[in-house]
């Protein structure tokens, strides 16, 4: 088979048209993104033909700006390539052939055909010019996506090129070889202790432990009698047994979590017991810059190893979330991470206002202002500005800095104060952002209506910073009660 062929037939799918993974705001529901482009071009979209020609432009924009960020990634390849005269196996892998001119030119016919579905994208947008700045905003992450991807095309060429010194330059012999292999291993046993940590960790951030910290439940017998005609004694065991159960859980977290972390220190001293009989080895033979590449190659090969356990854990977390999401059992299960307390027989609140409630005091929401109009935006800066502009004009004017009122800096304070407030309103936020603000927003608002219509008060707890919640009614009582006990103290 002729070089032509090859190339042809390696190309195949180069040819093909990329599909790439559409941006949230073009994949959601159509009105919240018309609401956003309301806002920011202050004009409102409401005709059909207008949605259809944003829809499509705003598709090929995507499209294009994709197309942009993959032809800046595969012209470093070929740059490096060329320099280096040197590919990493995953492009000899990818053209199909361990030939270098051939790799070579597989990377140039990507470039090529990228550059005609650049050109058709052009053409498409031809007819119209408007742009809007919610694509830049929406897709940075492809920058940061393609610096990933170059920096590993360069650490694994620089990888390639290590190899070759040791094996250029040094004939090690088998105990050598031996003592680097069981380097490698020991790291890679400790890769995976930290991997098994890594997923412990991320299931209790998502609150969907292993089965066997649930079965806890099982050894703490449920209630089965509670006062008849007293709700708050009933109020205070069950809230009892919930603390119960929640500190066991939380020690037996620790303990598997000490485990982990022992394990990684022995491996940690197996390894420096093992380099330093190496360094012994070759310090002999004085070949300190062999010791340093092989150093170098294992410190590198296990950088790699932690980043792509690290990659695969984004996609564990999403899979433990879709795994709690249909589980039956989560809702009942009594978790180890922290609540408010609620001194009531029931819980008024659905699982996701529980979960914002969980949030505590502490919680930083979104940037509400973000989705409010823009009439009240602009009251909130006149509000703020004058708020804070007045305080700090106060305190400087009074003793002891004794700055007179009409001193050329407070205006220039006023000025940049202005223009702060304006930027921190006016900013847009990324599609996501925004719905996570709305989303915030109509919960709080749902969490309100509950408290009004029950009658509940809700209060910062003076032991771990967290909600109380609990019966307006009873509150006072026992406020009344207090204040009773404080005066015959």
Same mark, same amino acid.
């Given at each position: 088979?002729?070089?032509?062929?090859?190339?042809?037939?390696?190309?195949?799918?180069?040819?093909?048209?990329?599909?790439?993974?559409?941006?949230?705001?073009?994949?959601?529901?159509?009105?919240?993104?018309?609401?956003?482009?309301?806002?920011?071009?202050?004009?409102?979209?409401?005709?059909?033909?207008?949605?259809?020609?944003?829809?499509?432009?705003?598709?090929?924009?995507?499209?294009?700006?994709?197309? $942009?960020?993959?032809?800046?990634?595969?012209?470093?390849?070929?740059?490096?390539?060329?320099?280096?005269?040197?590919?990493?196996?995953?492009?000899?892998?990818?053209?199909?052939?361990?030939?270098?001119?051939?790799?070579?030119?597989?990377?140039?016919?990507?470039? $090529?055909?990228?550059?005609?579905?650049?050109?058709?994208?052009?053409?498409?947008?031809?007819?119209?010019?408007?742009?809007?700045?919610?694509?830049?905003?929406?897709?940075?992450?492809?920058?940061?996506?393609?610096?990933?991807?170059?920096?590993?095309?360069?650490?694994?060429?620089?990888?390639?090129?290590?190899?070759?010194?040791?094996?250029?330059?040094?004939?090690?012999?088998?105990?050598?070889?031996?003592?680097?292999?069981?380097?490698?291993?020991?790291?890679?046993? %400790?890769?995976?202790?930290?991997?098994?940590?890594?997923?412990?960790?991320?299931?209790?951030?998502?609150?969907?432990?292993?089965?066997?910290?649930?079965?806890?439940?099982?050894?703490?017998?449920?209630?089965?009698?509670?006062?008849?005609?007293?709700? %708050?004694?009933?109020?205070?065991?069950? #809230?009892?047994?919930?603390?119960?159960?929640?500190?066991?859980?939380?020690?037996?977290?620790?303990?598997?979590?000490?485990?982990?972390?022992?394990?990684?220190?022995?491996?940690?001293?197996?390894?420096?017991?093992?380099?330093?009989?190496?360094?012994?080895?070759?310090?002999?033979?004085?070949?300190?810059?062999?010791? &340093? &590449?092989?150093?170098?190659?294992?410190?590198?090969?296990? #950088?790699?190893?932690?980043?792509?356990?690290?990659?695969?854990?984004?996609?564990?977390?999403?899979?433990?979330?879709?795994?709690?999401?249909?589980?039956?059992?989560?809702?009942?299960?009594?978790?180890?991470?922290?609540?408010?307390?609620?001194?009531?027989?029931?819980?008024?609140?659905?699982?996701?206002?529980? #979960?914002?409630?969980?949030?505590?005091?502490? !919680?930083?929401?979104?940037? %509400?202002?973000?989705?409010?109009?823009?009439?009240?935006?602009?009251?909130?800066?006149?509000?703020?500005?004058?708020?804070? !502009?007045?305080?700090? $004009?106060?305190?400087?004017?009074?003793?002891?800095?004794?700055?007179?009122?009409?001193?050329?800096?407070?205006?220039?304070?006023?000025?940049?104060?202005?223009?702060?407030?304006?930027?921190? !309103?006016?900013?847009?936020?990324?599609?996501?952002?925004?719905?996570?603000? /709305?989303?915030?927003?109509?919960?709080?608002?749902?969490? /309100?209506?509950?408290?009004?219509?029950?009658?509940?008060?809700?209060?910062?707890?003076?032991?771990?910073?967290?909600?109380?919640?609990?019966?307006?009614?009873?509150?006072?009582?026992?406020?009344?009660?207090?204040?009773?006990?404080?005066?015959?103290?």
């Amino acid at each position: 088979m002729d070089n032509n062929s090859i190339i042809n037939r390696n190309n195949n799918d180069t040819n093909k048209h990329i599909n790439y993974r559409q941006p949230m705001y073009l994949t959601r529901s159509s009105s919240i993104l018309y609401q956003i482009l309301n806002k920011t071009l202050d004009y409102s979209i409401k005709k059909k033909d207008e949605k259809q020609f944003i829809n499509v432009r705003l598709q090929l924009l995507d499209q294009q700006y994709c197309l $942009e960020m993959d032809r800046q990634l595969w012209r470093s390849y070929l740059d490096i390539g060329l320099q280096q005269h040197l590919w990493p196996d995953q492009f000899y892998t990818m053209a199909k052939t361990n030939d270098f001119d051939l790799c070579k030119q597989y990377v140039m016919n990507s470039i $090529e055909n990228n550059k005609k579905q650049l050109n058709h994208c052009q053409f498409e947008l031809t007819k119209q010019e408007q742009q809007f700045q919610t694509l830049d905003r929406e897709r940075k992450y492809l920058s940061k996506r393609n610096n990933d991807k170059l920096i590993k095309f360069k650490d694994d060429i620089s990888e390639k090129q290590r190899l070759t010194t040791i094996s250029t330059t040094s004939h090690m012999n088998n105990q050598e070889n031996e003592y680097i292999n069981r380097l490698i291993t020991i790291r890679e046993k %400790q890769g995976e202790i930290w991997k098994e940590q890594l997923m412990l960790e991320i299931r209790i951030h998502c609150k969907f432990l292993p089965q066997n910290f649930d079965h806890l439940e099982n050894f703490v017998s449920s209630i089965g009698y509670l006062p008849l005609n007293n709700n %708050q004694k009933a109020i205070e065991i069950k #809230n009892k047994r919930f603390k119960i159960i929640q500190e066991a859980k939380r020690h037996w977290l620790n303990y598997f979590l000490n485990i982990y972390e022992i394990k990684i220190q022995e491996y940690e001293q197996q390894y420096q017991n093992e380099f330093i009989k190496l360094e012994s080895l070759l310090s002999n033979n004085n070949d300190k810059t062999m010791l &340093n &590449n092989i150093k170098e190659h294992i410190n590198n090969r296990i #950088n790699r190893l932690k980043k792509d356990i690290y990659d695969k854990m984004t996609s564990f977390r999403r899979i433990i979330l879709q795994n709690r999401q249909r589980s039956s059992s989560t809702k009942n299960v009594i978790g180890v991470s922290p609540e408010p307390y609620l001194n009531l027989i029931s819980n008024p609140f659905d699982k996701r206002q529980w #979960n914002y409630l969980s949030f505590g005091p502490s !919680y930083i929401r979104g940037n %509400q202002s973000a989705i409010r109009p823009k009439c009240q935006q602009e009251t909130e800066i006149k509000n703020q500005h004058k708020d804070i !502009y007045s305080k700090v $004009e106060n305190h400087l004017t009074g003793y002891p800095h004794l700055i007179p009122r009409n001193n050329a800096i407070f205006k220039q304070y006023s000025d940049h104060l202005l223009d702060y407030l304006n930027q921190s !309103y006016f900013t847009p936020l990324s599609y996501k952002d925004q719905l996570i603000s /709305r989303e915030q927003a109509q919960i709080l608002g749902s969490i /309100r209506r509950i408290i009004q219509n029950m009658n509940l008060i809700i209060r910062v707890t003076d032991k771990g910073n967290n909600f109380y919640i609990g019966s307006a009614v009873e509150f006072e009582k026992k406020l009344k009660k207090f204040s009773l006990i404080q005066m015959h103290s």
